[in-house]
């Protein structure tokens, strides 16, 4: 099994919130959330919560919604 981090999907924020975790832009795993809905980017699902799941999770452990970051520009 490939391991997914959510630091190398593309919709993981290089925003972190007020506890410096990661948070997970996806609009499916957001489609609830009334904050990010009305643009509080900073109030966006963590990545941990949006995986944390085993089963019920809109990602979960397996990154269902997990899609492949473009490289980023090396900025040398």
């Known amino acids: 099994m490939k ?3 959510c630091a190398d ?3 993981s924020s290089d925003v972190t919130d007020s506890w410096g975790y ?3 832009m996806n609009p499916v795993v957001n489609s609830k959330n009334a904050d990010y809905l009305g643009g509080m980017d900073r109030r966006a699902m ?3 919560e949006a995986r944390g799941g085993r089963f019920f999770a ?3 452990l397996a990154g269902k919604l997990w899609e492949q970051a473009e ?3 090396d900025q040398s």
Request: proline share 6%; hydrophobic share 15%.
């Open 3 to 5: 391991i997914l981090r």
């Open 9 to 11: 999907c593309r919709y």
């Open 22 to 24: 990661s948070l997970c």
């Open 46 to 48: 963590q990545c941990s």
């Open 58 to 60: 809109k990602c979960g």
């Open 71 to 73: 490289p980023k520009e």
